[in-house]
C-alpha cells in the first residue's frame, strides 16, 4: 500500500487539484459535479482566495450552500488534501467547539473523495486515521460521518477505523430527503 500525507491546501499544489476537477472527479460527495463547477470557478477567479478559504478554522469565512439553495452559517474547519506525490483526494473536519455535537443541517464531522482512479488503494482509511487525530487535539470524544447505503467502500473504511453504525434515517429535505447511514468513531477511552 502506498503512503499518503494529508497535505494544507496551496497554490503551488492547485494545477494538480484543477486537473482532477477537470477530469471530473469532486471533492463534495453532496453536491459533486455543482461543487465541481463552483470549485474552478473560484479558482479562476481568485486562486489565492479559494486555497485560503479552505482552511478555516475560525469559521470566518462565507455562509455554505446547501444542495437545495439555501445557506447556513459556516463552522470552523478545514480540507487536506490527500497526496502520494500527486492529488488523491480530499478530507475535510468540521466541528463546534466546546461539543461533539453538530446543528441538524451538517451531516457530520469528516467527509472524504478519493479521486476514482487512484480508489482502492487504501488511501481514505489513511486519511481518515489522520484526520481523526485533528478530531482527537479538538478535544471531540467522537466523531459522526454519513454514509449512502450503497456507497459500501465508504462504509468499510468507516468501519476499518473503528466506526460504529448508530442510525439508518433520512436526509433532511435540503439534501433531498434521501435515506442515509451515520456512523460514530469514539475518540475518547
Known sequence: MSKIELLKPTTA???SYVAA?????SPDNVRKEVAAREQLHAIEMNADAFVD???DPTASGEPI??????????????VRWIWDGDISGAIGFRWQAGTAELPPYVLGHIGFSIVPWKR????ARQALDIMLGEARRQGLAYVE???DP???????????CDGVLVERFRKAAAYGSAETLRYRIELEG
Open 13 to 15: 499544489l492547485l494545477p
Open 21 to 25: 476537477l477537470k477530469a471530473g472527479w
Open 53 to 55: 478559504g479552505l482552511d
Open 65 to 78: 450552500p446547501l444542495p437545495d439553495g439555501s445557506t447556513v452559517a459556516r463552522l470552523p474547519g478545514i
Open 120 to 123: 482502492g488503494n487504501g488511501y
Open 145 to 147: 460521518l454519513t454514509v
Open 150 to 160: 450503497d456507497n459500501i467502500a465508504s462504509q468499510k473504511v468507516v468501519a476499518a
